[in-house]
């Protein structure tokens, strides 16, 4: 193999490897994303307002003692949500980080 046959495939070896070393080191290997309808069954917050959560479950899989919490990035999203109510969600865990609310929508029942 020539030098510089050998120096291109080198060169996209390091380019296709590096986003997967990357991800595992950063999310130690495990991200997941669900999409799921969600029946929130409280809302709640930090001592100091920095943070907000809903909890929820899934009314087609779990039953109302199987709710967990997603955090909310979003002050806006959070008091659009009412308990009570059923949305269509879809939330992210990275590692054993805690789930994270990335879009909803109301479901029309």
Known sequence: M???RWLTFTA???LAI?????????NNGRSSST???????????????KEYYIKAYDPNEQTQSMAFKIDIDDLNAWNLIEVNRNYIAVYDKTG???WLLKEVEHFQE
Do not use: A, M, R, W
């Open 12 to 14: 996209f070896l390091i």
């Open 35 to 49: 999409t799921s309808d969600l029946k929130v069954i409280g809302k709640g917050h930090s001592k100091d307002y």
């Open 96 to 98: 054993q980080n805690k």
């Open 2 to 4: 020539s030098k510089k």
């Open 18 to 26: 590096t986003p997967i070393v990357f991800n595992i080191v950063v």
